[in-house]
């Protein structure tokens, strides 16, 4: 029987919800992917932003938008919105968007939580979210999936913004952990990411063709799309067979449960306790291995691939 959370809870510290980085251009140093973290600023100022967005200032790093009302606030006006680089390669000429602004010391205006609406894209991942709510009530108590056991269906968002379903890796080996975009710690979610990469390389020296490889965010409120590409571009990552993937919180959670992982955020936000857990998945969907926190080798992985 293996453990519900076999390994101690780590402290991991993010950036308070309040408070993030810019993500106003690709060279920002506190942009989110870089994995920096810095503090609010005490005159920094927030309000949810819904739009469409009228032009991509790729030399700026910037989005121009017809926004809506924020009562209170702004008049509905056309204005531009410093975006991380993820964002801007994502952003298209009439794309309706929500977002968060930020308003900066000093005037600067910026865009974060970015997603770009696609109302038939989000109603199939609501779907499959109720789905797998369901799927996790129904198994209660046994709701963790152990080693021999089937991955669970899910749908979420890729860092393209494109819908990806669990069937669509059916007939391919799976390697899936968690991580988040914001944490700083080196021997938790960056160590994870850098020996998934590592396996990455290894397997396809060792003529593994058939793997893709899947990242799940933890932190499904800050890690849009747009984010999650901006982490894989940052890190020169080969996204050919390695999706990060984003979605409603409600799927993160079930996911969570479903695969062992445990997190915890204090009440501020500022803090998230999370486990670390790394599955290999076999071509019909079955659990067939999992290495818990970050000390696995990626040639223990490579070699199971091999089989």
Known sequence: MCRLFPQPLFWVVVLALAGGSSGCSRNDKNSASSGETAGASSNEKRHPLTGRVVAVLKERGALLVDHDEIPG??????????????????ATEGAVLRAELVEEEGGRFSLEKVWFEDPLAQAAVAEAAGSLRQDTAIRGRSAYREVGENLPDFALFNQEGSVVSAAKFRGKQIMLNFIFSRCPVATMCPAS?????ETQAKAKAAGVTNLELISITLDPDYD????????????GIDTGNFSFLTGPERAIKDLLTQFGVLTEATRDESILKHTLATLLINEQGKIIWRADGSGWLPSEFVEKMKR
């Open 73 to 90: 606030y702004m008049a509905r006006m056309t204005m531009e919105f410093f975006v991380n680089s993820g964002d801007l390669a994502l």
């Open 224 to 235: 849009t799309p747009g984010v999650l590409k901006s982490y894989a571009q940052d890190r």
């Open 193 to 197: 990411t850098l020996k998934m990469m």
